[in-house]
């Protein structure tokens, strides 16, 4: 197979990430939209009521045309979006700071929780899925079956609650919340021992998921007749058991992979309020609460960005696992 | 080989354990150490992250309560929330009352050592009614400018005399010429800015300038956090050592022998009420009628409202007056629950029921009507539920109408509503003007009251400076709106705060631990151990 064989597959990238860059826009129309037509006067979550009663109707009237709200909803997408290219989000409604502030404030400690339990998921779920998967119908892949079966049905919020309770106050070997202690010790290992409770409760359900999706794709490549085959022939069967159960799963595996980074973005808000983990679920639960459109929209367009960058990562790695996406169509 | 085996799969068990435990006794944080009294932090939950905050105008309850820790006001709370001088020696008004001056402290001293003058005060002013930053406190409404008369005193002229104005100016101070930041905040007040760990804490230091000595304590740490099971737990870890309790975890508490041993459990009422208006302005053929409003109050099962499904987590209101602020009569009663003689009033009204149904009916029209309320929250979901209940039991119907919170604002504030419920915060000044001069009843919050001798006393409290005869007059107000119930005011809800055992000197005002003095100042951590109730 020449080189160039081998990556046209990769030619159609420039029109993918045209596409992606006019999906990310209408998300954020649909968003934009979706907040303009919320009911209510969007200058209540700018002005609390209290305070509504100091202003005049003239004072009203410039804070309305300060913030743009006195404008049709497709003018101050319009605007938005302008500033959204610039790299402007604008600036938050309840602390009046820039919202781009704002995010990259939040941003990477969400990116490192979510890491985490991307980890979690990948190094734990996918082999323990696989090693089900070649016993099948024997103990191990019996309990396996009850056991992410219950994992995927326990809400994240109790099994969360429960492993607060455990480790951090009955047991006191794992820190309650938070990202760092109070003394502002930053060692590695004080930090990793934050992250281990929210990052197992974020990747619960991904990891029950992925770990059973594995295991069904193994235990049918495993039970296929190529597998049959080569065991026949004497080929060792951790070699028979990578190639024709393991490595078929990782395409179907690789593309749903890609879809983590917006099922996470979404886990994260629960999950961060509960741990008190300074990350941008946190932000995103007291935006919405505040009616904080700025912030609000700003974190929609990042979610759509990860989302769409998760769908291109998902493809890239599918082709990068499966030759026949490499070539590309037949007769090409 | 299976002996082999089996040696090997122990001793792999073996070692997993063995790591597993070394790992844990690591991690396992030993108990605190005793460390010394002084040093020892105070930790506190806070719901929201305070930081970035603007001292002279705070965006939020939160916000405002951080910044009167770190910064002083002029004038400042004592637990009843009366104004007292803090960071002012005094204050004075001029024969007119027009002009009031305040001489500040020489003392005072902001945390970069520089002392605290008549030109911080003027630019305090000029920050907290800056239209960029947010809207300006109504109390400074009626200010037409204030003036360093000298580094010490302070001018401030009104446009018309306006009694209510002192608690304005307990609006915290910020410095002059830009010192310290949002994030980096500069103060005068007995704590100083140390650390931010943006979203999860901040971190004081007690200031050792402060005029009236520094606080007891070394250190307070201000922990976020939103959710009350984390917040009972981190209680419970000892992660912290004062915090709010919900309703739930407060009943919780109560019945653990062991939380009551380390922990003591405080309540207080805030100032806040929940009502409903009934727009009484004749748009509608049933509340204009004071004895149909009285009916309403007298329906509604207040008392075993609160007694069972709010945990006995309050207190049936009386008026808009707070009990627990000066204002309102204290020798009022809240009217009971007596549907009888509710039934009684409306038939006096003219309302009789129809068969079959038993809605009441008059000239042929039902006793029917849409109340208001928010979606969000479970406890306005169930007052709401209670009340529909109890008034389908004397023969009206009210349909339920739950709308998202801007919405239910936006109803109010257009007059789209028969009745609505609604919660309302008190402000430390009793002036009722903006709940029931007749002013607002058109586009404030007074759902329909035009009383005449309401609107007198309301303008006479305005322009008097004696509080004796601004009391005299609420109370007349307190009175007339119990004889005419414009609103059913429902209960004055509690709070619940649980403080470690070890730490003393902890009071609350209605504004709860910290927003009065002497506040934090006064806690510290006791010597010895101290001895649980029944020890």
Wanted: hydrophobic share 45%.
């Amino acid at each position: 197979m020449t080189p160039t064989r081998a990556w046209r597959g990769f030619s159609t990238l420039p029109r993918r990430f045209a596409v992606a860059g006019v999906t990310v826009l209408g998300v954020t129309f649909a968003a934009f939209v979706a907040l303009s037509a919320a009911p209510g006067d969007p200058l209540a979550s700018r002005v609390a009521p209290e305070e509504r009663r100091g202003l005049s109707p003239q004072e009203e009237r410039e804070l309305r045309t300060r913030l743009g709200l006195d404008r049709p909803v497709v003018l101050r997408y319009l605007a938005w979006s302008g500033r959204f290219l610039r790299g402007d989000l604008g600036e938050s409604f309840q602390t009046r700071r820039p919202v781009a502030d704002e995010i990259r404030t939040r941003l990477w400690p969400t990116v490192e929780l979510n890491l985490a339990a991307f980890l979690v998921v990948t190094f734990a779920g996918l082999p323990l899925g696989w090693w089900a998967g070649r016993r099948p119908g024997r103990k191990i892949d019996r309990w396996s079956l009850v056991t992410f079966s219950l994992l995927y049905a326990a809400p994240s919020f109790w099994v969360a609650l429960v492993l607060q309770n455990l480790f951090a106050v009955h047991w006191r070997i794992l820190p309650l919340y938070g990202r760092t202690p109070p003394d502002g010790a930053a060692s590695l290992g004080v930090h990793l021992q934050h992250l281990v409770l929210p990052a197992l409760c974020l990747a619960l359900h991904q990891f029950a998921f992925f770990a059973r999706f594995a295991r069904n794709t193994s235990a049918s490549g495993w039970r296929s007749g190529h597998a049959l085959c080569a065991r026949a022939a004497g080929v060792p069967d951790i070699r028979v058991f990578f190639r024709h159960a393991v490595r078929p799963s990782l395409v179907p595996l690789a593309a749903l992979l890609g879809l983590l980074l917006p099922a996470f973005a979404s886990g994260a808000v629960l999950m961060e309020n509960i741990f008190a983990w300074p990350g941008l679920g946190f932000l995103f639960w007291s935006a919405v609460e505040t009616r904080d459109a700025p912030v609000v929209m700003g974190l929609t367009a990042l979610v759509g960005i990860l989302t769409v960058a998760g769908s291109l990562l998902a493809d890239l790695l599918g082709q990068l696992a499966d030759p026949r996406a490499r070539r590309g169509p037949v007769g090409a | 080989m299976s002996g082999r085996g089996e040696t090997r799969r122990d001793f792999l068990r073996a070692s997993l354990i063995a790591g597993v435990s070394a790992v844990a006794v690591r991690c396992a944080r030993a108990p605190a150490a005793r460390s010394s009294p002084s040093l020892r932090p105070v930790r506190v939950v806070f719901p929201t992250d305070p930081l970035p905050v603007n001292l002279a105008q705070p965006r939020d309850v939160t916000a405002y309560q951080f910044a009167r820790l770190v910064s002083d006001s002029l004038v400042g709370f004592d637990r009843r929330l009366t104004p007292i001088p803090r960071a002012a020696r005094g204050w004075v008004w001029s024969d007119d009352h027009r002009t009031l001056t305040f001489s500040l402290r020489e003392s005072v001293l902001w945390h970069d050592g520089l002392p605290l003058t008549s030109q911080d005060v003027v630019h305090t002013w000029r920050t907290a009614i800056d239209p960029r930053t947010g809207v300006p406190d109504r109390g400074f409404a009626l200010v037409e400018s204030v003036e360093a008369v000298d580094r010490l005193t302070v001018h401030v002229h009104y446009r018309r005399a306006f009694s209510p104005a002192v608690a304005s100016w307990t609006v915290p101070l910020a410095p002059a010429s830009d010192r310290g930041d949002e994030t980096r905040p500069l103060g005068c007040g007995p704590w100083k800015f140390t650390r931010w760990d943006s979203g999860e804490r901040v971190i004081l230091d007690a200031f050792p300038g402060y005029y009236d000595g520094p606080p007891g304590a070394g250190r307070l740490e201000l922990e976020v956090l939103r959710d009350y099971s984390t917040r009972f737990a981190a209680l419970i870890a000892g992660r912290v050592d004062i915090t709010n309790l919900s309703p739930e975890y407060y009943e919780k508490a109560l019945a653990d022998p062991d939380f009551q041993r380390r922990f003591r459990v405080l309540t207080y009422r805030i100032p806040f009420c929940w009502f409903i208006a009934w727009r009484m302005d004749g748009s509608n053929p049933f509340f204009g009628d004071r004895r149909v409003r009285l009916a309403m109050t007298l329906a509604i099962d207040r008392p075993g409202f609160i007694e069972k499904m709010s945990h006995g987590f309050g207190e049936v209101a009386v008026t808009s007056f707070h009990p627990d602020l000066w204002g309102g009569d204290p020798e009022l009663k809240p009217w009971p629950f007596d549907p009888a003689r509710a039934r009684v009033l409306l038939a006096e009204a003219g309302w009789r029921p129809r068969a079959g149904d038993g809605v009441l009916v008059k000239n042929g029209a039902p006793f029917e009507f849409r109340l208001l309320y928010a979606q969000s929250g479970a406890e306005t979901q169930r007052i709401a539920e209670l009340v529909q209940a109890n008034l389908r039991a004397v023969g009206v119907k009210a349909q339920l109408e739950p709308l998202a919170w801007a919405v239910l604002l936006d109803r109010r504030r257009t007059r789209d509503f028969t009745a609505v419920m609604l919660g309302q915060r008190t402000d430390a000044d009793p002036d009722p003007y903006d709940l029931w001069h007749s002013a607002e009843a058109q586009s404030g919050f007074n759902a329909g009251l035009q009383d005449p001798e309401v609107d007198r006393w309301i303008e006479q409290a305005r322009e008097t400076f004696d509080r004796a005869e601004r009391e005299r007059l609420y109370r007349r107000v307190a009175r007339r709106l119990h004889e005419e119930q414009p609103n059913t005011f429902f209960f004055y809800p509690n709070s619940a705060l649980a403080i470690s055992r070890e730490l003393t000197g902890l009071e609350v005002s209605p504004l709860g631990p910290l927003a009065f003095w002497p506040g934090s100042h006064a806690w510290k951590w006791s010597e010895g151990r101290v001895r649980a109730p029944g020890e």
